[in-house]
């Protein structure tokens, strides 16, 4: 047997207790052998428990980082399960499905594909997973196996169009649209009836795609059977736009104020448009070089002096006729924009365009007149704003049938008229035909032209104020309904 000391590294002591002193004690003296024994290392603590409690950690928040990441389970987008995506995987799943989908056609299409690449079909699918994830987190159990998230299906009409011709040309005659144009006759724009044509519908297509997409189909029958196509410009569309034009001709012009300074006819406006077909509707555009060549004219058309106005007033300041209409003077503003501004409202449908012009009003001037009758002198005067104008000597009523006196107004201005009756032998017992210049005061009283005699200064009539034709006419013209008539003795 070995014996054991201590040493270095040992673990051991050196001390001798005192008990130990009845113990052998090994030899000093070299002649017996001894060697190292290190003590037993200290036991390890075990940590399994340690380490499968981190590793459940881990995976509750790595779970706990996916459920914040990843759609909720039992989701469906246009038919396509996104479930435990991100929304990034998802939108690349629906954009993926909505690709390789192919309709089947049949019928006169029987045995062609087509995929919804080849139709350039398309969803917002970045917004409808986007939607999805904010909606349906998988956080959220509650959100779990939600209804299916629908999407409409969009074609792009060119590719589709052109597509479907390449799958089934027979399917396709071209239809007529429907067009409009000015006649010179008749001075109206008119339009000529669109004729349908034959094709495929992309509409009718795209809801079916819609339809397959939501129900998780990757494909669908659809009839490659020709069905009437609309012309893209109807009937409808070409009478609204006839309908649009000739309210433009209506009214057309150059406007200062309410006024239509310089109005443009029908076909001169007419040589401005150009109206066609643009993205299935009909456009109109105006050159605003040919517009130029009118614009230039403006000046001369719209530019003046001022005329003041003149009005025959009664004695209160009513004005009774305008015997000058007053005209404020204007000169023309700038031009400079006026026909790129008019090509762009005749483009609008807006055919009225209002001139800028600068203006000077007109003063007016009122006459007050009036007539005046002097019973005893027989002589009848004009006054014009309370200066004498004219006078002449008349014959007024005589006997039974004087004249009345009194203020009155004229009523009314005849050029000719037969007096009395043709039958003299009942009243008034006389007649005169053609009487002129005949203008009424006061009941059948007036005073008119007499060409029967020319005793005037003397009393002769039936009661009217006789009077030479010429001074007749005179009074006539100088007066007006409304004239104020003075009888007196």
């Not at 007016?364 to 704003?385: G, I, K, M, P």
């Not at 104020?465 to 004239?483: C, H, I, L, Q, S």
């Amino acid at each position: 047997m070995t014996d054991l000391i201590s040493g270095p590294g040992t673990g051991q002591s050196n001390a001798v207790s005192p008990d130990d002193t009845a113990m052998a004690q090994p030899p000093i003296d070299g002649t017996q052998p001894m060697e190292w024994a290190p003590m037993e290392p200290a036991p390890k603590k075990r940590r399994i428990g340690l380490w499968v409690g981190l590793g459940a950690g881990a995976l509750v928040i790595a779970a706990g980082a996916a459920s914040l990441l990843l759609i909720a389970p039992g989701t469906t987008v246009a038919g396509v399960p996104v479930g435990f995506m991100t929304p990034g995987m998802a939108a690349e799943a629906v954009s993926s499905r909505l690709a390789s989908t192919e309709a089947e056609l049949t019928g006169a299409g029987e045995g062609t594909t087509v995929a919804g690449a080849d139709l350039g079909a398309s969803v917002d699918a970045t917004a409808l997973v986007d939607q999805a994830f904010a909606d349906r987190p998988m956080w959220n159990l509650g959100a779990w196996m939600g209804e299916p998230i629908t999407a409409e299906v969009t074609l792009d009409a060119e590719v589709a169009d052109s597509a479907l011709r390449a799958a089934v040309p027979a399917s396709y005659t071209p239809a007529t649209d429907a067009t409009v144009a000015f006649d010179a006759t008749a001075q109206t724009y008119v339009a000529t009836p669109a004729e349908p044509g034959t094709g495929i519908s992309v509409d009718d297509l795209a809801a079916e795609f819609t339809a397959a997409l939501a129900a998780g189909e990757t494909s669908f029958e659809y009839s490659g059977d020709p069905a009437e196509v609309d012309p893209l410009i109807t009937d409808a569309k070409a009478a609204t736009t006839v309908e649009k034009l000739n309210g433009m001709l209506a009214n057309a012009g150059f406007y200062v104020g309410e006024e239509r300074t310089v109005p443009v006819a029908p076909e001169v406006v007419a040589s401005w448009l150009t109206v066609e077909a643009v993205d299935g509707e009909l456009e109109i555009t105006a050159d605003p070089a040919k517009i130029q060549t009118v614009v230039e004219t403006l000046p001369a058309q719209v530019n003046r002096e001022v005329v003041n106005a003149s009005n025959i007033v009664d004695s209160g300041g009513k004005v009774l006729k305008a015997l000058t209409e007053g005209k404020d003077g204007r000169v023309l503003g700038d031009t400079s924009t006026t026909a790129a501004d008019f090509a762009e409202k005749l483009g609008s449908g807006d055919a009225a365009f209002a001139l800028t012009v600068t203006s000077t009003p007109f003063e007016a001037t009122n006459l007050f007149r009036r007539v005046e009758v002097d019973l005893s002198e027989q002589r009848t005067y004009l006054y014009e704003n309370e200066k004498l104008v004219k006078s002449w000597s008349v014959s007024t009523g005589k006997g039974a049938n004087a004249t009345d006196k009194g203020r009155f107004r004229v009523y009314a201005q005849l050029r000719t008229q037969n007096m009395g009756r043709e039958d003299t032998s009942v009243a008034p017992y006389y007649y005169t035909p053609n009487v002129p210049y005949i203008s009424y005061y006061n009941g059948d009283e007036a005073l008119h032209g007499t060409y029967w005699h020319s005793n005037f200064g003397t009393p002769m009539s039936h009661g009217c104020v006789n009077m030479p034709v010429d001074a007749a006419r005179y009074v006539w013209e100088f007066a007006t309904k409304g004239t104020e008539v003075w009888v007196h003795d």
